[in-house]
C-alpha cells in the first residue's frame, strides 16, 4: 500500500508525464490532417496539412509538405502617389521555396480611360531588382481582371517578388488591388 506522500508523488508525476504529452506531443511519420491545432511543441518527422493548422509553441519539422493555395494581397490606396514615391512595390522580399502563381486578380475602384501599366515580377534581389524576370502582365481591361494563365508561373526559391509599374496610373484610381494566388512546388 502506498503512503499518502508516495501516493501525491505519483499522481503529481502521473500529471505531470501526462501534461508533458499535451504540450509537447512528438511524432514518429507522418502527421496528416485536413486542419489541426497543437499548443505547445511539436517535434514530427513530416507534416503533411490541407487546410488551417494553428500551432503555438515550437515546431520542428523535418520534412514538410503544406499543400493548399496561398493568397499575397497588396492593396494601394492613391497608386499615384505610390508611383510618385517608388515605381517598385515588393511583396516578397525572398521566397523560402520554390513555388507556382496559380491566380492573379486585379481590381481598381473606378475603370480608367488610361489603364494601369504594371507588371508582377521576380528577381535574386529586390535591391537594385537584380536579374529580374517578368512573371505577367497585369493589364485590367475594364479596371478588372483575372489571370489564370499566368505567363512565367515558376519563382524558384530566395527570389524577390514585387509588382514594377511601367508608368504612372491615373489619378482617378484611388485604390488599386493585386491578389496574387500561389503554391509552393
Do not use: H
Not at 486542419?35 to 509553441?57: E, P, R, T, Y
Request: aromatic residues 8%; glycine residues 6%; proline residues 5%.
Amino acid at each position: 500500500m502506498l503512503s499518502t506522500k508516495k501516493y501525491v508523488q505519483v499522481m503529481i508525476e502521473d500529471s505531470l508525464n501526462e501534461y508533458a504529452l499535451l504540450v509537447s506531443p512528438s511524432f514518429t511519420g507522418t502527421l496528416t490532417a485536413d486542419s489541426a491545432q497543437f499548443d505547445g511543441n511539436v517535434d514530427i518527422d513530416s507534416l503533411d496539412v490541407n487546410g488551417v493548422a494553428n500551432f503555438a509553441g515550437n515546431i520542428t519539422v523535418n520534412s514538410k509538405t503544406i499543400t493548399g493555395n496561398r493568397p499575397w494581397i497588396v492593396n494601394m490606396f492613391n497608386p499615384n502617389a505610390v508611383y510618385a514615391a517608388d515605381s517598385v512595390v515588393c511583396i516578397c522580399p525572398e521566397t523560402e521555396a520554390a513555388l507556382t502563381i496559380t491566380k492573379i486578380t486585379v481590381s481598381c475602384n473606378y475603370d480608367p480611360d488610361t489603364e494601369p501599366d504594371l507588371d508582377l515580377m521576380y528577381a535574386n534581389t529586390f535591391i537594385g531588382q537584380v536579374g529580374e524576370v517578368a512573371i505577367q502582365a497585369l493589364d485590367t481591361p475594364d479596371g478588372d481582371t483575372t489571370i489564370t494563365s499566368i505567363t512565367s508561373a515558376s519563382v524558384p526559391a530566395g527570389k524577390a517578388v514585387y509588382i514594377k509599374w511601367g508608368a504612372e496610373p491615373t489619378s482617378a484610381i484611388t485604390q488599386l488591388i493585386v491578389s496574387i494566388t500561389w503554391d509552393f512546388d
